[in-house]
């Protein structure tokens, strides 16, 4: 059973920066290519951030370039968001996916999820 823990969530001013860890544990962490995502009070979720399997490519979604840094550690198993220059309105519920098919820019279908870690944002 494959399983995504995230962890480093919490309360930051605007402008600040946080770093956002996901642990995956059941299959081989290489496997998978590794996603962001995200849901606002009242929204839907949405796509932040990939990396593929190998961490030589990524893709983030446009109001996040320049300030959010996806990457990953194949012997730690961890997939990492480094965000910088946070605002309000980034605050939200952060989510780990693990994708098992091919990675191709600008998509991604997740299989599996993790429970999320909250990240707010005061002005």
């Known amino acids: 059973q494959v399983q995504l823990v995230e962890s480093g969530g919490g309360l930051v001013q605007a402008g600040g920066s946080l770093r956002l860890s996901c642990a995956i544990s059941?299959?081989?962490?290489?496997?998978?290519?590794m996603g962001w995502f995200r849901q606002a009070p009242g929204k839907e979720r949405e796509f932040v951030a990939a990396?593929?399997?190998?961490?030589?490519?990524?893709y983030y979604t446009d109001s996040v370039k320049g300030r959010f840094t996806i990457s990953r550690d194949n012997a730690k198993n961890t997939v990492y968001l480094q965000m910088n220059s946070l605002k309000p309105e980034d605050t939200a519920v952060y989510y780990c996916?693990?994708?098992?098919?091919?990675?191709?820019?600008?998509?991604?279908?997740?299989?599996?999820w993790g429970k999320g870690t909250l990240v707010t944002v005061s002005s």
């Open positions: 996916a693990a994708d098992r098919g091919p990675y191709k820019s600008g998509s991604f279908g997740a299989d599996y």
């Open positions: 990396i593929s399997r190998n961490g030589g490519s990524t």
């Open positions: 059941g299959r081989t962490f290489i496997s998978y290519v």
